[in-house]
């Protein structure tokens, strides 16, 4: 996902766009966050009226969301992938830095930021939450790990993709999510979230669209002229069986969140 943006007038944060060139492939392959994961952020504020998902990308966690508050606002600084999000009656989608949201001061119960938080100026991102986080809302940030697939020698493929091809063409700011985000120190009184992961059943054809919405999968092809994932899809084929099979993928997530008990 992308960091939030928009406005006129006055310096911002510079924005690192990695994904508005992908948008399209971003909203169909990106896995989809689990049930528990909303279950226990939405358990966290002490209303439910207004949620902010700050970098939403193409609105994944904002349509989660939106059954259970009566309004969210979700932002991101790609218009590219804001036109890819979809729809519903009580979301609000617009271009704002994460760090700038425009948002109303002490107006939100729960701010959420699902897989973007190593993009953002820190402590410019916490201070905005600050000032726009009602007494008794919350904060939730997560993240998840490098993918496993459900063969040894299918993920030992891929294990060595991660390591010898792309290791080095991540941004060096993503060495936070690397850490599952424990070097942040989060606002406000933190409150234990338990493990969870994301599983998904996919095909070759599905895995191999996955892989290239990777930052470091982009920046190769950048640097490089040439798909690195053409190599990756060669190597898993063998293995992987009928085109039609589908294998399960499994990501790790973490969470980090806080309560905001005075104002």
Request: some cysteine.
């Amino acid at each position: 996902m992308t960091v939030g943006g928009g406005g006129d007038g006055g310096a911002r944060p510079l924005f690192r766009d990695e994904f508005s060139s992908i948008a399209a492939q971003y909203a169909v392959y990106r896995p989809m966050y689990p049930g528990a994961l909303f279950d226990f952020v939405v358990s966290l504020p002490a209303r439910r009226e207004l949620a902010w998902d700050c970098a939403t990308g193409n609105g994944q966690a904002a349509r989660a969301l939106a059954p259970m508050f009566t309004r969210v606002i979700a932002t991101d600084a790609s218009t590219a992938q804001l036109k890819h999000a979809a729809p519903a009656a009580n979301i609000k989608y617009r271009r704002a830095h994460a760090e700038e949201s425009g948002l109303e001061a002490n107006s939100v119960d729960l701010i959420t930021v699902a897989q973007a938080l190593h993009w953002f100026d820190l402590d410019a991102f916490f201070a905005e939450a600050s000032r726009v986080l009602r007494v008794g809302g919350a904060i939730a940030v997560w993240g998840y790990g490098d993918a496993h697939l459900d063969s040894p020698a299918l993920d030992g493929i891929l294990g060595r993709f991660y390591a010898e091809k792309i290791k080095s063409f991540w941004p060096t700011n993503r060495a936070i999510l690397d850490t599952e985000y424990r070097s942040i120190t989060m606002p406000f009184t933190e409150v234990a979230a338990p493990p969870m992961e994301m599983t998904r059943d996919w095909t070759l054809d599905a895995f191999t669209g996955y892989a290239r919405t990777w930052s470091a999968t982009q920046q190769y092809i950048k640097m490089r002229g040439h798909d690195p994932v053409v190599e990756l899809a060669d190597a898993l084929r063998p293995q992987w069986g009928a085109a039609e099979r589908l294998h399960r993928i499994t990501w790790p997530v973490w969470i980090r969140a806080s309560v905001r008990t005075t104002a």
